[in-house]
């Protein structure tokens, strides 16, 4: 059986707006936001997407979902090309999104019944009210929203942050779709309550057979819940393998610095030069775009960046393993 996600060498790229230094240039300033990402998502697994914000995750999730065209490469769900299938009604029914903020992606102004009711009212048209609301009855009881008959006459004010995610899960599982993106679903939510909410998640995907493209920014929380792991930064998949594999044995330099940042390690790092955000105007041009910020890095990085297989489990975009009879070169 074929993956359900299946990625090929994706590209997208967005114009520069002008600003005063490129005012009168005559050239239409560039840059590339995702750079030949390829991956495959199996029924059911969960992949975590990770990286700093402006590292292209939120425009990866756009391009799955149809909102964005690639410049070039193969977008595949269900073994048919999402910009084919965007055309017609019952894709947005297979895919559901969990946004990050879950005080502004609920509408105030209607109950909780209708706002879960709401991609059956599109799909589901030729149903009953009666039957819509069973169906909303029990998504709310397999996101642990109880007691279900008050929560179904409640609006958003009333609730939780936490229990407010529970409605936007909710949604998305009501018409029991092939995937879910959740981006940064718990990183507004309190300490407390964001375990909870993996959990759930975790729990639906495998009762549901449901899988998962998890995005995240935070290394620590992606372990309560993934199967594989990207690592990106600056549009670019730098490390990929089973979570458990890329977290106990991280390779490239940029991974180490996600993880030091989990733990706030202070020490000097014999990986990266510094801690610091994803400038899209300091990156190079050419080669592997940490370049600059590596110290592992030498003249065969501004080379075209390729992929290195260091096992069946563990993948890394970094010419510092190519010549290495790699257990682990950081020992």
């Not at 090929?8 to 840059?31: A, G, Y």
């Not at 559901?96 to 879960?116: A, E, F």
């Not at 610095?257 to 030069?273: G, I, P, Q």
Request: proline share 5%; hydrophobic share 40%.
């Amino acid at each position: 059986m074929s993956p359900l996600l299946q990625l090929k060498n994706v590209n997208k790229t967005f114009p520069i707006h002008r600003n005063i230094f490129n005012l009168f240039s005559s050239s239409n300033p560039t840059r590339k936001v995702i750079d030949n990402v390829s991956f495959d998502l199996e029924r059911g697994e969960v992949l975590v997407i990770a990286g700093e914000s402006g590292s292209g995750k939120t425009t990866l999730a756009k391009l799955i979902m149809g909102s964005l065209i690639p410049d070039d490469g193969i977008i595949s769900f269900d073994g048919d090309d999402v910009h084919s299938l965007k055309k017609k009604k019952a894709f947005y029914s297979m895919i559901q999104m969990i946004h990050q903020d879950p005080y502004s992606s609920l509408n105030p102004h209607i109950k909780i019944k209708d706002i879960v009711m709401e991609p059956l009212k599109i799909h589901e048209n030729e149903l009953s009210r009666n039957e819509k609301e069973e169906k909303v009855r029990l998504a709310l009881r397999r996101t642990r929203l109880e007691p279900v008959e008050e929560i179904l006459e409640k609006y958003p004010i009333m609730l939780s942050g936490g229990q407010r995610q529970r409605v936007s899960i909710a949604r998305s599982i009501v018409k029991i779709p092939k995937l879910i993106i959740a981006d940064e679903p718990v990183s507004m939510l309190d300490i407390s309550v964001r375990a909870e909410i993996l959990s759930l998640l975790n729990k639906l995907r495998k009762t549901l057979n449901i899988s998962i493209i998890y995005i995240t920014h935070d290394l620590a929380t992606s372990r309560f819940i993934g199967d594989k792991i990207g690592i990106m930064f600056a549009g670019s998949i730098v490390e990929y393998g089973e979570i458990d594999e890329v977290l106990h044995n991280p390779l490239h330099p940029y991974t180490w610095m996600l993880l030091d940042a989990v733990t706030f390690s202070t020490n000097e790092s014999k990986f990266y030069k510094s801690f610091g955000g994803i400038n899209l105007f300091e990156l190079p041009l050419k080669g592997c775009k940490f370049y600059n910020k590596c110290k592992l890095s030498f003249t065969d990085c501004t080379n075209d960046v390729e992929q290195f297989d260091i096992s069946k489990k563990h993948s890394v975009s970094c010419f510092y393993y190519r010549n290495l009879n790699l257990n682990h070169p950081f020992n």
